[in-house]
């Protein structure tokens, strides 16, 4: 009796412990990340920021003085949310919020990255957003800490987002597991591909360790 009750319960935990090693998405993930990416120079985008800016300016909000004055004004735009596509990183210079073209491009870009990795026969991950919407006060404050920072940011019109190169966020292991540099190259072939057909800008951000996208849409 003893034995079979034994029995019984090493089947139970078996169960248990494949249920836990589950490759279905539960919502979180497990992120990777590499101290530099081996991005390929056609990657290494350098679209002009004025040429971008102006489109910045045409389609998007007006800029935001503070945090708030958002409070008010972010109601007209998208709050923006981890999805099986793209995962956030917590924003200290930025507020998850994108106009509606910024937002359709995130989604495009997250599922063609995905298509990208189940195509190779590898595991899908999620594209980790780092920025988003910045008031004036937010780039001024990050302009102390980052020199590079521009002050008449594409960030404060809502219709740009970075998106990290070098981690990447796994949430399944069905399929080959696949490395970071192989997963920035992947990324940056979507992005290649959607600016060619006109729907972004991007500038690849080394130091940032970011691509900057800025939608056209």
Do not use: W
Request: proline fraction near 2%.
């Amino acid at each position: 009796m003893k034995a079979h009750i034994k029995i019984l319960l090493c089947l139970f935990l078996g169960t248990a412990i494949t249920g836990c090693h589950s490759s279905k998405f539960v919502g979180e993930g497990q992120t990777f990340g590499v101290s530099q990416a081996n991005v390929s120079s056609m990657y290494a985008f350098k679209d002009p920021n004025i040429t971008t800016l102006k489109i910045a300016e045409r389609i998007g909000i007006l800029p935001i003085e503070n945090r708030e004055e958002a409070r008010k004004k972010v109601r007209r735009l998208n709050h923006i949310k981890d999805t099986k596509y793209y995962k956030l990183d917590p924003m200290t210079h930025s507020m998850p919020y994108l106009a509606d073209g910024a937002t359709k491009l995130l989604k495009t870009i997250g599922k063609k990255f995905q298509k990208k990795l189940k195509k190779n026969g590898y595991r899908a991950h999620r594209v980790i957003a780092t920025s988003m919407l910045r008031t004036r006060a937010d780039v001024a404050s990050l302009r102390k800490v980052n020199g590079n920072a521009a002050k008449n940011s594409a960030h404060m019109y809502a219709t740009t987002f970075d998106l990290s190169y070098t981690r990447f966020n796994r949430i399944s292991t069905n399929g080959n597991p696949v490395n970071n540099d192989q997963m920035a190259n992947f990324l940056g072939e979507v992005l290649l591909g959607l600016r060619k057909d006109g729907r972004c800008g991007v500038i690849f951000e080394r130091n940032q360790h970011c691509f900057h996208i800025m939608s056209n849409e």
